[in-house]
């Protein structure tokens, strides 16, 4: 069997050399429908998109164009709130501009940006289930109620800082932080390796910088779980398992509770004895799960 042959390209999106994506790019010119990545790591710098790449070269070769996105983890300059988040909406944005192959290059590829799919891990979890509802339900008829882009208002069409409307049709999250709250009571991302500098301050804190009490607007603003609904144009697909030990998988089960009650199309794949990194392996069961979920909401 013949391999597809997949080409790769990297562009910036912003200043910051982590406003950067890998793109994947199928056979032909497009335009092609978009996946975009976004990996975990619990929003630390320890951890960046090489964790992607195999779910990003297993996408390319089904026919999508794959953005492997990086954005500002904890420990960069500008990161946390609000500029993590809008990493996460202008790296999807990308899907809304004409990639040229290489430098020099007049060939340019044409991503189809009303087939969009956002796919994240762990953290990128939350920043998919995130862009998501920023991109799609923080319009109120043709008006932007979402903060503006105070850093990039230039480079939007009308100079206001508000995002293009992208046609997102499905979030994947795969073992998601679902609630900041949640997390940093719980206190994910302080213990091991990837702990905060800080001495145990909880990611989440670190991230929306400080307490549920002290800094309540971001949370507010930043949890998927306050974001619902999301919408029924969205298909959301959340995929855990039980026996993950960085995530517990209270977190999708919570979230989709109220995402359904609320009305949003969502469902949760819980895999027994799996736990946190399985995901992130192409050859595992629950991609071919991911895999079906694009296939149903974007091939058409």
Same mark, same amino acid.
């Given at each position: 069997m013949i391999t597809p042959r997949i080409r790769t390209l990297t562009v910036s999106f912003g200043s910051h050399p982590s406003q950067t994506a890998d793109v994947y790019l199928p056979r032909g010119s497009g335009p092609h429908p978009v996946v975009a990545l976004l990996h975990g790591g619990l929003w630390h710098a320890a951890v960046d998109r090489e964790t992607m790449r195999a779910i990003a070269q297993r996408l390319a070769r089904a026919g999508y164009a794959v953005l492997n996105l990086e954005y500002r983890r904890l420990g960069e300059q500008g990161a946390g709130w609000p500029g993590t988040f809008l990493d996460a909406v202008d790296g999807v944005s990308l899907a809304t501009r004409p990639l040229r192959t290489g430098r020099g290059s007049r060939e340019t590829v044409v991503l189809d940006a009303e087939r969009v799919a956002i796919v994240g891990h762990c953290s990128g979890g939350h920043l998919a289930l995130w862009a998501a509802a920023w991109l799609c339900g923080l319009w109120l008829g043709d008006e932007w109620i979402g903060p503006a882009r105070q850093d990039s208002a230039s480079d939007t069409p009308d100079g206001s800082g508000q995002p293009e409307r992208i046609g997102v049709r499905a979030v994947v999250a795969?073992?998601?932080?679902?609630?900041?709250?949640?997390?940093?009571?719980?206190? =994910?991302?302080?213990?091991? @390796?990837? %702990?905060? #500098?800080?001495?145990? *301050?909880?990611?989440?804190?670190? =991230?929306?910088?400080?307490? @549920?009490? %002290?800094? #309540?607007?971001?949370? *507010?603003?930043?949890?998927?779980?306050?974001?619902?609904?999301?919408?029924?144009?969205? #298909?959301?697909?959340?995929?855990?398992?039980?026996?993950?030990?960085?995530?517990?998988?209270?977190?999708?089960?919570r979230y989709a509770h109220a995402a359904e009650q609320l009305g949003d199309r969502v469902r949760v794949a819980r895999f027994p004895g799996m736990g946190h990194y399985e995901l992130l392996d192409p050859e595992h069961e629950s991609f071919q799960l991911v895999l079906r979920h694009l296939r149903e909401h974007l091939d058409n």
């Amino acid at each position: 069997m013949i391999t597809p042959r997949i080409r790769t390209l990297t562009v910036s999106f912003g200043s910051h050399p982590s406003q950067t994506a890998d793109v994947y790019l199928p056979r032909g010119s497009g335009p092609h429908p978009v996946v975009a990545l976004l990996h975990g790591g619990l929003w630390h710098a320890a951890v960046d998109r090489e964790t992607m790449r195999a779910i990003a070269q297993r996408l390319a070769r089904a026919g999508y164009a794959v953005l492997n996105l990086e954005y500002r983890r904890l420990g960069e300059q500008g990161a946390g709130w609000p500029g993590t988040f809008l990493d996460a909406v202008d790296g999807v944005s990308l899907a809304t501009r004409p990639l040229r192959t290489g430098r020099g290059s007049r060939e340019t590829v044409v991503l189809d940006a009303e087939r969009v799919a956002i796919v994240g891990h762990c953290s990128g979890g939350h920043l998919a289930l995130w862009a998501a509802a920023w991109l799609c339900g923080l319009w109120l008829g043709d008006e932007w109620i979402g903060p503006a882009r105070q850093d990039s208002a230039s480079d939007t069409p009308d100079g206001s800082g508000q995002p293009e409307r992208i046609g997102v049709r499905a979030v994947v999250a795969l073992a998601p932080v679902t609630d900041l709250r949640a997390a940093e009571r719980d206190g =994910l991302g302080t213990t091991g @390796p990837r %702990a905060p #500098a800080s001495g145990g *301050r909880p990611a989440a804190a670190e =991230l929306l910088g400080g307490s @549920p009490v %002290a800094v #309540a607007a971001h949370y *507010r603003l930043g949890s998927p779980l306050d974001l619902l609904p999301v919408g029924r144009e969205i #298909a959301q697909l959340l995929v855990h398992g039980d026996a993950d030990n960085v995530v517990p998988v209270d977190y999708s089960l919570r979230y989709a509770h109220a995402a359904e009650q609320l009305g949003d199309r969502v469902r949760v794949a819980r895999f027994p004895g799996m736990g946190h990194y399985e995901l992130l392996d192409p050859e595992h069961e629950s991609f071919q799960l991911v895999l079906r979920h694009l296939r149903e909401h974007l091939d058409n």
